[in-house]
Nanobody, 115 residues
């Protein structure tokens, strides 16, 4: 069974940085793509960034230039480096992995940006 476990969330001041980690129970190359989504209170879950096995990346317009997604297959881990954080980045962040027609989700990690 595939498992994804997020870590690295927390409370940070506006302008600060956090790095989220998503540890997979198998090689990240076994996924067609992996990504990060977020869901703020009262809002729908939205794509933040994703990365394909070939290394292509995609970002939401709201995070371009501030967030970077990367992967380390040796550690079976995908990262989301978040810089210049804004209060509107506050949400639960979920790791996502797609293998064929199956999508896997982690349990989420809370990110709160507040002074």
């Amino acid at each position: 069974q595939v498992q994804l476990a997020e870590s690295g969330g927390g409370l940070v001041q506006p302008g600060g940085s956090l790095r989220l980690s998503c540890a997979a129970s198998r090689s990240i190359f076994s996924f067609n793509a992996m990504g990060w989504y977020r869901q703020a209170p009262g809002k729908e879950r939205e794509l933040v960034a994703d990365i394909t096995t070939g290394g292509s990346t995609n970002y939401a317009d709201s995070v371009k230039g501030r967030f970077t997604i990367s992967g380390d297959n040796g550690k079976n881990t995908v990262y989301l480096q978040m810089n210049s954080l804004k209060p509107e980045d506050t949400a639960v962040y979920f790791c996502n992995g797609k293998r064929g027609f199956i999508t896997y989700w982690g349990q989420g990690t809370q990110v709160t940006v507040s002074s």
